[in-house]
Each structure stands twice: as C-alpha cells, then as structure tokens.
C-alpha cells in the first residue's frame, strides 16, 4: 500500500507538548475571569488544530503522564530528580485541556506505572504493524527512537509548539549520523540532563556518535571498551554502570497493555454544545472558530457560532429629529450614564448608537443639521454622562464635523487596560467576550459576503453601558481613581493635541535628508574600500562573514543565525577591538536611522504643514504615553542630527514662540520619597547637582572635588540602580570590572542604605500583594514574581522595581498636563500645550502670552505632586524646539 493511501495515527505527548506551549505563550495574557490560567491549555489546542488541519489524521490520540512516578523510578529514585516543582499558574491546565479535547471527541490515554512516551510507543509500534502512516508529536528526544519507514516524529523547535520540525529516517540520520533506533545509545552514553541521567564524563555527542557509528550500541561499545585510549576510555571502563543503567530507563516500552488498539482511535465528529460549554468557560472565542471551520459540516455548530448574546438586549428603534429629542430628554432625566457608540467611515461620521439600561437608539446622520440640534446639545452638555468605548477617537471624529462631547463618564478601553495594564487596547467585543462571557456577532472580515451580521452599534452601546458596570466593580480604589482622576479628564486634552498638530518644516527636513542620503552613500564606499568589496552593509549574513571570517574579529553573542550583528554588540566590539570597517558601519547604521525618521516625518507632514501624532495612553503597562504615526518621541536629543531634526518644529503662524518644560531628575526625586532616605532628600533640597551630591559622600571628597568620571559612575549607577542593574552590569556599561562595580555599589548602599532597603521592599511586598502601585494608586501586576522559570522571575524582579518610579513620573506629568489644559481654557488663553515627550511639554506661545504662560507652566508642574523633595522644572523658549531647549 502506498503511503498516501494508508489511514493516519496521530499521536500526542499531551504533558510535554503542553508543558512548551506553557512557557511558549505569556502567562498573563492568558487568564480568565475566575483567575484560571489558560496559556497552556490555548497553545496545545492552537497546535493540534494546526496538525488536524495539514495532517488530516484518520486516527488520533493524546497521552498524558498520570504523576512523575513510575517503573524507572522506582529502580532509580533519582530519575527526573532535577525538575523542579510545577509553576502554580500551570497547576489545574491538564484537567481542562483533557475536558476540552473529549469534548472534541479526541481520544485521551494513560497508564499507571508508565509514561506517556511509553505508550506512544506501544500505539506507534502496533499501528505500524496494522498498516498506518504514524506520526509522533513529543517534545521528549527518547521518542526519535521510534521513527522507521512507517512512523515520523514531529518536534517542536525552541519557540514553543507553534513549529514542528520533522524527524523521518533520513532527518535523524542527517542531524545525528545514526539509525534513529540508536539514538538512545548516545543519549545513554552522554546522558540526559532533563531526566537525570548522568553519563559518561567527558563524553559528548560527537565522541558518542562516533562510537556508536563503529560498534553499535552500548553492549558492543562496553564489550570493546578496552580498544578505546585516553581519559574518556578510562571514564567509560569507569563509569559504565551508568551508560548501562540509562540504556535501560530510556527504552521506552513498545508493549503496554492499552484498552484501545490504533482502529478504535478514529476521528469522529465533535459533540458541539460540549465544545461550545468548555471553550466560553476558557473564552477561546478564537479557537472556537477555528474548530468551527475545521469540522465544516456541523450545521448546528455553526449556528451557534456567533456564542450566547445577552438576552434582554432592547430592540434598535431608529430616530431623528423630534422623536430623537423627546427619548433623550426621557433616558437622561435621572442623570444616569448613557452608551454612546460613533460610527464613522473614513473619517466622515455616519450616525451614533445611544442605549440606556432598556432602550437603544441608532441616529444616521444626514446633510441637514437641524434635524440634529437635540444630539448635538445633549453631546455638548457635561450635565450628561456618557459611556464610550477608546473615546478620543469618537471625539475626534464629531469635533472634525464641529460638534463637541462633553460629560465623558467612563471609558471601557481605559478601564479594561487599567485592570490588566499588560494588554493594549483590545476591540469592544474581545471586553465583552472576556469580561461578560457573552459573544457580539461580528462578520468575517475575510468573507466577501459576510455569513455573519454585525450588531447594531446602538446594542454595541448597550453592551458598553453593562461592561462599564463590571469593570467598575472590578477595578480597586486606587485604580478607579486613577481612571476617573487622570485617564479620562486626559482625554480630551490629548485629543486636542492631536487635532492641534505642530508645525513641522518641510524645506528643512529635505535639506537634512539630501545631506543624509550623501552621508550614508560616501560612509558606504569608505566601508566597502576597507574590505576590498561591496556588500549588503543591512545583511546580518554578509556582516557576519566580513566581521568574523574575513577581518577573524572576536565573536559576539551566538544567536540563531551565528553571531549578533546587533547595534550593542557591534558597538561592544568596536570599543574592545576598534577597526575601521566597523567604525563606518556604525556611523552608516547611525545615518540611515537618522535618514528614515526624517523621510517618516516628511510624509506626515499635513496639507496644514503641521505633524499630527496619535497619542496611546495605553501603550505601557507603567502609564507611559506612547506616540505613534509618527512617534515624537523617539528623536534624539544628545546628537547634531537630532538637533537639526528638532529644529525643523516650529512655532507656527501668529504665535510668539515655542515654550519647553521638562522635570529635572524626576525619576530620582520619586526615588527619594518613596525610599525617604535622608542623604537624597537633603541633596535634592541643598540645591547642589545631585551625582555631584552622592559622588562626594561615596569617594570621601567635597563636592567641587568630584571629577567628571566619578560623576558618570555615580550617574549610571543612580538610576540604573531603579532598572535592577547588576553589578556585572554596571561594569559593562562603565567599561570597569566587575569587582570595581560591586565595590561601587557596597559604597552606594553604605551612604544611601534606605534606597536598597525600598528596593528589596518594593520587589517583596509585590510578590505577597502581586502588584506594585504609584504614589497615586496606579497598579501593575506581576504574576511572575513567584514563577519558577527563573527568567521570568528576574524579569518580573527588574520591572517590578521601577514599575513604582516610573508610574508615579507617568502620573506626574498627567496631572500637570490636566492643570495647565484648564488654566488655558479658564483664562481664554490662545496659546496651547501641543506635545507631550516623557517629562517633557512643548507649547505653542500666543502673542502676549508668554510671561502668563510660563508662571502657569512652572506652577502647575512643579506643583502636580507633594513629594519629600521639591519637583525642579526647566523652561526654555525659542523660534523651533531645538532653539527653545533648555
């Protein structure tokens, strides 16, 4: 028979595939509403869908160990002796991952005493046997054992379960240079770290291989051991009991009695109400989908694919005009929040759903305002509260067709973000789905025509007014009002700034990127003439090849394509082992970054010569602003080029000037309140330059007698102390050694103990609580304080320090930014606040205004929180940005 005419068995390690998907998937994004982790449980069924959907299996089973113990433990204890507990958030993953594939009618096994290798094994030898094309799905390597002409093993690769590489006869013999039935002699001569099993000393894959290719197998190997010479001939006389012993633990067993032969294994259809019931309570709407289109011909399935929508969802009545005014007189006499959903396409505004508890309306809009005059004062009245979901957006869009929204109650995209501050901005219906449980029908963006019908955006409203309800009640105090407080009131502020725009000059940005474009082309001949040859200069292949084989440079870290061409790694080696070559490539990697920034500008330059930025409140997990298309945010500063950047924004037309402000050491003045340690604050209140300060009291010498080197020691050290920096570190970025760097910080802490009691604090009382929170209340999780996957637990460690400092300096400039926005507005000023860079705010200076606006700004910042130590601001003025810098 054919391969391509034999039935296919399928078969699944479904502990080893769904300990990867564990740790190939982030833990956080992963939770449902009672708190049960999911991660593992999403990527083993994303993984299996993907291997039913090209595999197309006739037959199909997943294994799964029923405890660490079995028959190999009991001859040696020690055997998988070195796996350390079970990450707690995995805990409770296989019971729901076993329920959801009966539900799909997929075939789950286990055996005491045995493990799941053991009995794929028996299924795959057996269905071999039995006329089958076999394929094996195990992370475990004992399983290569069992690849033959019949059976193939698919392997998942470092990055989890979402590639499987596949390991036929001619694979293995490539990769190992053996049969694939020998490969558990060289796993026994040089052992298995994951399962304990010690080997031989100083044997390695390739003396093992070499041994095996002469001799066989471990039997013959030890029966020649005396022709073997040197240390590892006398190890393996030595040491042979252990290459026995593994040999024998890692022969998985090919004859376990099983309850099912390879035929009883046949796919049948899934029960769909089970599917149904165990992916809402998992809210895997995505995959549900997925299996949804896989199976294809379940009728009943498919009806009821668009999940439970809420019943009681009033019915849309559409209205204009008169009867528009009385219902919104009616719904918002009580005050009570409404849902307001605008619709717009391209921009242009085609009509607004507005619900309260038990009705909904939908408006269209059309070309005669009047029949509008009722929306559009019950949407300027802040006496109106109203529900919107990512509402800058929906303000934008009324405020370009001249209506304004006033009485912005709560918004969900805030809230939601807010609760799980490690997520962007998700879809209104991706909320409801996770925090109502319930589905909003949407149509198939990949269908012509969709199946699906959308929902009305005036139930969308309804639904906002219902999952407002639940995210209030589940946000704490703290974050509520910090919602309520900062979030929201910003709004409208950053909507203002992004309609406002700044004045860009484009004469000026074409002259620096014709100046580039020559740089970067006379930087790539000087580059090329070093070598003796052109090349790709963006090529990580090509570089590697010029750097470590032709010029025999130091090697750099090992990545998956052979050595880092990275910017710090070049830059690490340019410092260490200077060469010309690298020199230019450097400056031509610094040109051509410098080149595109000034090409994105120029094309965001609007028919009003200005640049408008979108601003992403949620675009952190600390409360940082992000800005995107174009990011402002990102020009440098310290550099001729960025100046010259920064100088092509100007003041724009009938205004006086530019006014900057920015916070001087933010970052280390929240540091001193929140540590209280008394030789920061008295520094930052004796008025004397704060690194010259520290470096004083750390070197023993007055402060006019640090120099410029201890000062940047010092420097580094204070904040990079706030990232978790190590003393390896801080030895790397200084060009010191390592023992320098330990003495360094020893000396730091000696002088400023309560800043490294608050930081080994700040880290513990977030693994007790699971968060930390900002002077203000702003929370961020960290589930990963307490995981056992070392990595994650010391990046969680690092973020968690910060995470206080950096929130509150977030927080900080929010409330600025919302005082000065109302001082304007309160005085009728012209002038506008119109970029936000971290702790920087750019404004753009009226007429007259100047002496008015730079009290408000200084006022206003240097009072937007009451810290242990005074909040300094310094303010600059200027024709273009880089002249008003401070």
Same mark, same amino acid.
């Given at each position: 028979?054919?391969?391509?005419?034999?039935?296919?068995?399928?078969?699944?390690?479904?502990?080893?595939?769904?300990?990867?998907?564990?740790? *190939?998937?982030?833990?956080?994004?992963?939770?449902?509403?009672?708190?049960?982790?999911?991660? +593992?449980?999403?990527?083993?069924?994303?993984?299996?869908?993907?291997?039913?959907?090209?595999?197309?299996?006739?037959?199909?089973?997943?294994?799964?160990?029923?405890?660490?113990?079995?028959?190999?433990?009991?001859?040696?204890?020690?055997?998988?002796?070195?796996r350390g507990e079970t990450p707690p958030e995995f805990i409770?993953q296989i019971p729901l991952l076993e329920e959801a594939l009966?539900?799909?009618?997929?075939?789950?096994?286990?055996?005491?005493?045995?493990?799941?290798?053991?009995?794929?094994?028996?299924?795959?030898?057996?269905? *071999?046997?039995?006329?089958?094309?076999?394929?094996?799905?195990?992370?475990?390597?004992?399983?290569?054992?069992?690849?033959?002409?019949?059976?193939?093993?698919?392997?998942?690769?470092?990055?989890?379960?979402?590639?499987?590489?596949?390991?036929?006869?001619?694979?293995?013999?490539?990769?190992?240079?053996?049969?694939?039935?020998?490969?558990?002699?060289?796993?026994?001569?040089?052992?298995?770290?994951?399962?304990?099993?010690?080997?031989?000393?100083?044997?390695?894959?390739?003396?093992?291989?070499?041994?095996?290719?002469?001799?066989?197998?471990?039997?013959?190997?030890?029966?020649?051991?005396?022709?073997?010479?040197?240390?590892?001939?006398?190890?393996?006389?030595?040491?042979?009991?252990?290459?026995?012993?593994?040999?024998?633990?890692?022969?998985?067993?090919?004859?376990?009695?099983?309850?099912?032969?390879?035929?009883?294994?046949?796919?049948?259809?899934?029960?769909?109400?089970?599917?149904?019931?165990?992916?809402?309570?998992?809210?895997?709407?995505?995959?549900?989908?997925?299996?949804?289109?896989?199976?294809?011909?379940?009728?009943?399935?498919?009806?009821?694919?668009?999940?439970?929508?809420?019943?009681?969802?009033?019915?849309?009545?559409?209205?204009?005009?008169?009867?528009?005014?009385?219902?919104?007189?009616?719904?918002?006499?009580?005050?009570?929040?409404?849902?307001?959903?605008?619709?717009?396409?391209?921009?242009?505004?085609?009509?607004?759903?507005?619900?309260?508890?038990?009705?909904?309306?939908?408006?269209?809009?059309?070309?005669?305002?009047?029949?509008?005059?009722?929306?559009?004062?019950?949407?300027?009245?802040?006496?109106?509260?109203?529900?919107?979901?990512?509402?800058?957006?929906?303000?934008?869009?009324?405020?370009?067709?001249?209506?304004?929204?006033?009485?912005?109650?709560?918004?969900?995209?805030?809230?939601?973000?807010?609760?799980?501050?490690?997520?962007?901005?998700?879809?209104?219906?991706?909320?409801?789905?996770?925090?109502?449980?319930?589905?909003?029908?949407?149509?198939?963006?990949?269908?012509?025509?969709?199946?699906?019908?959308?929902?009305?955006? +005036?139930?969308?409203?309804?639904?906002?007014?219902?999952?407002?309800?639940?995210?209030?009640?589940?946000?704490?105090?703290?974050?509520?009002?910090?919602?309520?407080?900062?979030?929201?009131?910003?709004?409208?502020?950053?909507?203002?700034?992004?309609?406002?725009?700044?004045?860009?000059?484009?004469?000026?940005?074409?002259?620096?990127?014709?100046?580039?474009?020559?740089?970067?082309?006379?930087t790539a001949a000087s580059a090329f003439a070093e070598i003796?040859?052109?090349?790709?200069?963006?090529?990580?292949?090509?570089?590697?090849?010029?750097?470590?084989?032709?010029?025999?440079?130091?090697?750099?870290?090992?990545?998956?394509?052979?050595?880092?061409?990275?910017?710090?790694?070049?830059?690490?080696?340019?410092?260490?082992?200077?060469?010309?070559?690298?020199?230019?490539?450097?400056?031509?990697?610094?040109?051509?970054?410098?080149?595109?920034?000034?090409?994105?500008?120029?094309?965001?330059?609007?028919?009003?010569?200005?640049?408008?930025?979108?601003?992403?409140?949620?675009?952190?997990?600390?409360?940082?602003?992000?800005?995107?298309?174009?990011?402002?945010?990102?020009?440098?500063?310290?550099?001729?080029?960025?100046?010259?950047?920064?100088? +092509?924004? =100007?003041?724009?037309?009938?205004?006086?000037?530019?006014?900057?402000?920015?916070?001087?050491?933010?970052?280390?003045?929240?540091?001193?309140?929140?540590?209280?340690?008394?030789?920061?604050?008295?520094?930052?209140?004796?008025?004397?330059?704060?690194?010259?300060?520290?470096?004083? =009291?750390?070197?023993?010498?007055?402060?006019?007698?640090?120099?410029?080197?201890?000062?940047?020691?010092?420097? *580094?050290?204070?904040?990079?102390?706030?990232?978790?920096?190590?003393?390896?570190?801080?030895?790397?970025?200084?060009?010191?050694?390592?023992?320098?760097?330990?003495?360094?910080?020893?000396?730091?802490?000696?002088?400023?103990?309560?800043? =490294?009691?608050?930081?080994?604090?700040?880290?513990?009382? +977030?693994?007790?609580?699971?968060?930390?929170?900002?002077?203000?209340?702003?929370?961020?999780?960290?589930?990963?304080?307490?995981?056992?996957?070392?990595?994650?637990?010391?990046?969680?460690?690092?973020?968690?320090?910060?995470?206080?400092?950096?929130?509150?300096?977030?927080?900080?400039?929010?409330?600025?930014?919302?005082?000065?926005? *109302?001082?304007?507005?309160?005085?009728?000023?012209?002038?506008?606040?119109?970029?936000?860079?971290?702790?920087?705010?750019?404004?753009?200076?009226?007429?007259?205004?100047?002496?008015?606006?730079?009290?408000?700004?200084?006022?206003?910042?240097?009072?937007?929180?009451?810290?242990?130590?005074?909040?300094?601001?310094?303010?600059?003025?200027?024709?273009?940005?880089?002249?008003?810098?401070?």
């Amino acid at each position: 028979m054919q391969d391509d005419d034999k039935p296919t068995l399928l078969i699944i390690d479904g502990h080893s595939l769904a300990f990867r998907a564990f740790y *190939a998937l982030p833990v956080d994004s992963f939770v449902t509403r009672d708190g049960q982790h999911t991660n +593992a449980i999403h990527g083993f069924i994303s993984m299996l869908l993907n291997l039913l959907q090209n595999e197309r299996p006739t037959h199909l089973a997943v294994a799964f160990d029923i405890s660490r113990y079995s028959f190999r433990t009991r001859e040696y204890p020690e055997y998988k002796g070195t796996r350390g507990e079970t990450p707690p958030e995995f805990i409770g993953q296989i019971p729901l991952l076993e329920e959801a594939l009966k539900a799909m009618r997929i075939r789950t096994l286990s055996k005491e005493d045995y493990e799941a290798d053991d009995i794929l094994a028996t299924l795959a030898t057996r269905g *071999a046997a039995d006329g089958f094309r076999v394929l094996v799905v195990s992370g475990d390597r004992d399983t290569i054992q069992l690849v033959d002409d019949d059976v193939t093993l698919l392997y998942p690769n470092v990055r989890g379960v979402s590639e499987l590489k596949r390991y036929d006869r001619d694979a293995v013999l490539e990769r190992y240079g053996i049969e694939p039935h020998q490969y558990p002699e060289i796993a026994a001569l040089v052992g298995e770290t994951s399962d304990n099993l010690i080997g031989i000393d100083k044997v390695g894959e390739k003396t093992a291989v070499k041994w095996v290719q002469k001799y066989g197998s471990v039997d013959e190997i030890l029966a020649h051991a005396d022709e073997i010479t040197g240390v590892v001939g006398s190890n393996l006389r030595e040491q042979q009991e252990r290459a026995v012993r593994n040999r024998r633990l890692n022969r998985l067993v090919r004859d376990v009695e099983l309850e099912v032969a390879p035929a009883d294994l046949a796919r049948g259809p899934i029960d769909a109400e089970a599917v149904r019931e165990i992916f809402a309570r998992l809210q895997f709407r995505t995959l549900l989908d997925r299996v949804i289109k896989l199976e294809g011909t379940d009728e009943d399935l498919a009806a009821g694919s668009g999940g439970p929508v809420a019943p009681g969802a009033p019915a849309v009545r559409r209205m204009v005009d008169e009867e528009l005014a009385a219902w919104l007189r009616s719904a918002t006499t009580a005050g009570t929040p409404l849902g307001l959903r605008v619709v717009s396409h391209g921009g242009e505004l085609e009509g607004v759903g507005i619900a309260s508890a038990t009705e909904s309306a939908w408006v269209p809009w059309g070309a005669h305002r009047p029949d509008y005059e009722a929306l559009e004062a019950w949407l300027a009245d802040p006496r109106h509260p109203k529900v919107l979901h990512d509402a800058k957006r929906q303000l934008k869009v009324l405020a370009h067709h001249g209506i304004a929204l006033e009485g912005l109650a709560f918004d969900t995209a805030l809230a939601a973000w807010l609760l799980r501050p490690g997520t962007k901005t998700e879809a209104l219906s991706k909320l409801v789905d996770y925090h109502l449980g319930e589905t909003l029908p949407e149509p198939d963006p990949n269908q012509l025509v969709p199946e699906t019908d959308a929902v009305s955006p +005036a139930t969308e409203a309804w639904y906002l007014l219902r999952l407002a309800d639940e995210l209030r009640g589940r946000l704490d105090e703290g974050s509520l009002g910090v919602l309520e407080d900062l979030e929201i009131p910003l709004v409208p502020v950053l909507a203002r700034m992004e309609m406002q725009g700044v004045t860009v000059a484009a004469d000026s940005l074409a002259e620096l990127n014709a100046r580039l474009s020559g740089q970067i082309s006379e930087t790539a001949a000087s580059a090329f003439a070093e070598i003796g040859r052109e090349i790709n200069l963006g090529s990580p292949k090509q570089l590697q090849e010029v750097l470590f084989e032709q010029l025999e440079m130091p090697k750099t870290r090992a990545n998956k394509t052979g050595y880092s061409t990275d910017a710090a790694a070049l830059a690490d080696l340019q410092e260490q082992n200077p060469h010309p070559f690298l020199g230019l490539l450097l400056q031509h990697r610094d040109a051509t970054k410098l080149k595109q920034m000034v090409e994105t500008l120029e094309k965001a330059i609007g028919q009003d010569g200005r640049v408008h930025t979108t601003y992403e409140q949620t675009g952190s997990s600390t409360g940082r602003m992000s800005s995107n298309d174009p990011n402002l945010q990102n020009i440098p500063i310290k550099t001729e080029t960025g100046r010259e950047i920064r100088a +092509a924004f =100007r003041r724009g037309e009938g205004f006086e000037t530019l006014l900057t402000a920015d916070y001087s050491q933010i970052e280390m003045r929240i540091m001193a309140h929140l540590s209280e340690d008394a030789g920061l604050i008295e520094a930052f209140h004796s008025g004397e330059d704060l690194h010259r300060f520290v470096g004083a =009291r750390i070197f023993h010498v007055d402060p006019a007698e640090v120099t410029p080197t201890m000062r940047t020691k010092v420097k *580094a050290m204070s904040y990079g102390l706030a990232y978790g920096l190590s003393a390896f570190g801080l030895s790397k970025q200084l060009r010191i050694e390592t023992k320098e760097a330990k003495e360094l910080m020893a000396d730091y802490f000696a002088r400023f103990g309560a800043v =490294r009691d608050y930081l080994r604090g700040v880290v513990e009382q +977030a693994r007790v609580d699971g968060y930390t929170t900002t002077i203000f209340g702003r929370r961020r999780p960290f589930a990963d304080l307490t995981s056992t996957n070392r990595v994650l637990r010391d990046n969680a460690e690092r973020q968690a320090l910060n995470s206080p400092i950096q929130g509150s300096a977030a927080d900080i400039i929010k409330r600025a930014m919302l005082a000065i926005d *109302a001082d304007i507005r309160e005085r009728g000023l012209d002038s506008r606040m119109l970029l936000q860079v971290h702790d920087e705010l750019v404004f753009e200076v009226a007429s007259g205004e100047l002496e008015e606006m730079s009290s408000i700004v200084e006022t206003r910042m240097s009072g937007a929180a009451e810290l242990a130590v005074p909040l300094e601001v310094q303010v600059g003025t200027g024709r273009d940005w880089d002249a008003a810098a401070h």
